[in-house]
């Protein structure tokens, strides 16, 4: 069995690559050539903590994957100079079950969830997209940052967090790193971060929306991938009712995206103002943006094939570039 920490999987996951990567396992997922039980929850209330189960088995362009994730978010973590969440992928062998490798999931978490906004940007956003904003400065937000400078020529970029220190860091880190480009800069308030903004990412774990919809330009697309449960909330329910949403997966979506539970609880829309999964619109099944003007949201809870596919991608490129540590098991 081989180990990939932290530092592994960052290297064995390139976003280009692993956001071609996240395309094919939408694609599978919407096909029907994955096996995906929605991820069991338990709730550890001592700690006002949750602790995630995601299985997952996937057949697409790259042969099979199997997989188990095991994600952990403690909010309380961050008082005492820990990570808001701990995870662990088992990558097992698709056809006999034998355990393959351990692989560090708060990376992989983090890349493979920014690599399917880069998809959906890939898919929806504007071809001329110069402008991005983003929400939350924290680890997930610079992969939010840095997939969507993968698939779009990004010009400036906004960050704006309720902790301006933690903006300012963010701008240190990632300014011109890569894709990403040297014009960052820390947003006042909501209101200044999307003026201009052609791409959104949301990545926050608040519950109330982070910006006003009046506030949005034109055209713009918006990732959120910070709200996974029913009460969680970062889009206005009048920017759902008035984008075309694009999802994972509905049945996820409709049971976790607290975005979506609270824009239906509120009337703004019915379950069917659902458009399509990212998977059939890489399938060609669904139509993209309609139009230059046109609002478009993909809302993301996080499925399982998203996990399965980037352990595969990463204990691949893992054994290419000589990374991990061989245990007997």
């Known amino acids: ?31 029907g050539r994955a096996e995906v039980p929605l ?25 099979e ?13 961050t008082q005492i100079g820990l990570p808001l969440i701990h995870a662990v992928v088992l990558v097992l062998e698709a056809d006999t079950g034998r355990p ?20 959906a940007t890939d898919l929806l956003a504007r071809p001329n997209s110069r402008v991005a904003a983003i929400f939350g400065a924290g680890v997930q937000g610079r992969t939010q940052l840095a997939a969507v400078c993968s698939v779009r020529p990004i010009q400036t970029a906004w960050v704006y967090d309720v902790n301006p220190q933690r903006a300012n860091e963010f701008i ?40 006003e919809d009046a506030d949005l330009k034109s ?8 709200a996974y449960t029913p009460e969680m909330q970062e889009i206005p329910a009048e920017t759902v009712a008035r984008a075309r949403v694009v999802v994972d997966s509905v049945s996820a979506a409709q049971a976790e995206a607290g975005d979506l539970i ?36 993909f809302k993301s809870v996080g499925i399982a094939v998203q996990d399965a596919a980037a352990a595969r991608l990463a204990l691949h490129n893992a054994q290419i570039l000589g990374l991990g540590q061989q245990v007997s098991f």
Not at 9 to 19: D, F, N, S, W
Not at 45 to 53: E, I, K, Q, T
Not at 183 to 211: E, G, H, K, M, Y
């Open 100 to 119: 393959l490798a351990l692989v560090e999931g708060g990376s992989l978490t983090a890349i493979r969830t920014g690599a399917a906004s880069g998809a």
């Open 219 to 226: 055209g713009v697309h918006i990732n959120g991938v910070g």
């Open 172 to 211: 240190a880190e990632m300014a011109g790193q890569g894709p990403v480009p040297a014009d960052l800069r820390i947003a006042a308030n909501p209101s200044q971060a999307v003026a201009d903004a052609d791409v959104v990412c949301t990545a926050t774990t608040t519950t109330a929306p982070v910006f």
């Open 39 to 63: 991820r069991a929850r338990l709730r550890v209330p001592p700690h006002d903590a949750l602790s995630l189960f995601m299985p997952a088995f996937i057949q697409d362009v790259q042969g």
């Open 65 to 77: 994957a199997l997989a188990v994730k095991v994600v952990s978010l403690f909010p309380h973590n």
């Open 1 to 31: 069995m081989i180990i990939l920490n932290a530092s592994d999987v960052r290297k064995a996951l390139p976003m280009k690559e692993t956001i071609e990567t996240m395309k094919q396992a939408f694609a599978a997922f919407s096909d």
């Open 262 to 297: 609270r824009a239906i609880q509120l009337g703004k829309i019915t379950p069917d103002h659902i458009h399509a999964e990212i998977g059939e619109i890489v399938l060609g099944r669904k139509p993209g943006r309609a139009s230059p003007t046109q609002v478009t949201f």
